[in-house]
């Protein structure tokens, strides 16, 4: 998957604790879990519900509810009429009996996350209608040097970007854990993102790295963030998860303790905090 570099800047351990991590359970898929049974938490009870009760509680995690939307009203919106909008042209046409909706400055929007390392900003059909017709959300993001977006998944829609400025990489991950891409990316490059696939972006050492997309999805996509404060190891740590790596629960703690920020997290170099001393397993 992502490599050892990537997990320790994303993790804020070394890449020797990070190589330990990974390779200290030997066995299968399936692992044995010491006094399991002394255990109870929400994913025990999980378990335990029925088929129908287990998909609610999932689409509740990942908000998937559909949402209840009346009927759009037929439109022959091109793409190109729609960014001529988002970007502020003049020269958007009128069609028979139809005006052009009113543009949309994404540039004039407040960032909806901002910290030291960096800034993001989102547009979905709640901001501005004529999303709610071409089916798109759009995004800017802007990453300081050396930052990195948080390794993480889009559960509801594929991303496609366009690097507008500096020089960094993006890494992408297939499902099942391996490796799908790892390139370099400057002024000009466009990437996609395929739905489940978790992948992450990092600026480069020598400046930021700004790049704006799309979704293919309107409505709100609640990306699922795999490392940081705010992230899914955080909701998954226990019993099971540590087995599931070999080591100690205590030691699981220490390591999703570790990276203090959330969503756009520093370089191993940066002014951050001082990287946990995990200790021994």
């Known amino acids: 998957g992502f ?25 299968g898929p399936i692992v044995h879990i010491s006094d399991s049974h002394h255990h109870t938490n929400i994913w025990t009870e999980f378990v335990s519900q029925q088929p129908h009760q287990k998909l609610a509680h999932l689409k509740r995690i990942v908000n998937l509810e559909e949402e209840v939307t009346p009927k759009e009203e037929e439109s022959t919106w091109s793409l190109r009429k729609f960014l001529c909008t988002l970007l502020h042209r003049k020269d958007v046409v009128k069609r028979v009996n139809h005006e052009a909706p009113s543009s949309y400055n994404l540039n004039n929007r407040n960032p909806d996350f901002k910290n030291n390392y960096g800034w993001s900003k989102t547009v979905d059909e709640s901001d501005y209608s004529p999303l709610q017709r071409s089916g798109n959300g759009v995004y800017l993001v802007n990453l300081s040097q050396g930052s990195m977006m948080a390794p993480h998944v889009n559960p509801r829609a594929i991303e496609y970007g366009v690097v507008l400025k500096g020089t960094g990489r993006i890494q992408i991950v297939y499902p099942n854990g391996t490796l799908a891409m790892n390139a370099r990316v400057r002024e000009g490059d466009v ?80 002014d951050s905090p001082m990287r946990m001393n995990i200790g021994s397993y």
């Not at 400046?207 to 293919?216: I, M």
């Open 3 to 27: 490599d050892h570099t990537t997990l320790s800047t994303a993790l804020n351990v070394s890449t020797a604790e990070v190589r330990t991590f990974l390779t200290r359970q030997s066995s």
């Open 191 to 270: 990437f996609w993102v395929p739905r489940y696939f978790p992948f992450c972006q990092i600026a480069s050492s020598n400046g930021p790295l700004e790049f704006f997309g799309f979704t293919t999805s309107a409505r709100r996509n609640h990306p699922q963030f795999l490392v940081g404060r705010n992230s899914l190891m955080q909701s998954l740590r226990g019993p099971e998860f540590a087995a599931a790596f070999g080591i100690s629960e205590k030691r699981l703690n220490r390591i999703a303790n570790a990276q203090r920020e959330q969503v756009i997290l520093p370089s191993s170099s940066s």
